[in-house]
Nanobody, 124 residues
């Protein structure tokens, strides 16, 4: 079993920054990709960013490209989503996900474990 614990989100003003973390524990194995998804009120959950098991490859949704950066430290089993230049439309519950494979995916069904979600609210 794998557990994912996300850091607390928060309330931030537009153009501000926030960093989320996701710590994995349990039987993760040595090779797993991680991803972030988000769900805004009244909308379906959507892909935000993902990183390969080595950390050498990342992928971002067009809506966050150039503003968000995903990184990881495998010695700490932790990934960080640095969010800059936040916009009100970034307001959502953010979910961390883990895929028991070295390559990431943009599809929710490809991920095996999920965090509990953390609220990020961006005020205008």
């Amino acid at each position: 079993q794998v557990q994912l614990v996300e850091s607390r989100g928060g309330l931030v003003q537009a153009e501000g920054s926030l960093r989320l973390s996701c710590a994995a524990s349990g039987r993760t194995g040595s090779s797993y990709a991680m991803g972030w998804f988000r769900q805004a009120p009244g909308k379906e959950r959507e892909f935000v960013a993902a990183i390969s098991s080595s950390g050498g490859s990342t992928l971002y949704a067009d809506s966050v490209k150039g503003r968000f950066t995903l990184s990881r430290d495998n010695t700490k089993n932790t990934a960080w989503l640095q969010m800059n230049s936040l916009k009100p439309e970034d307001t959502a519950v953010y979910y961390c996900a883990l895929r028991l494979a070295p390559l990431y995916s943009v599809y929710e069904k490809s991920y095996d474990y999920w965090g509990q979600g953390t609220q990020v609210t961006v005020s205008s």
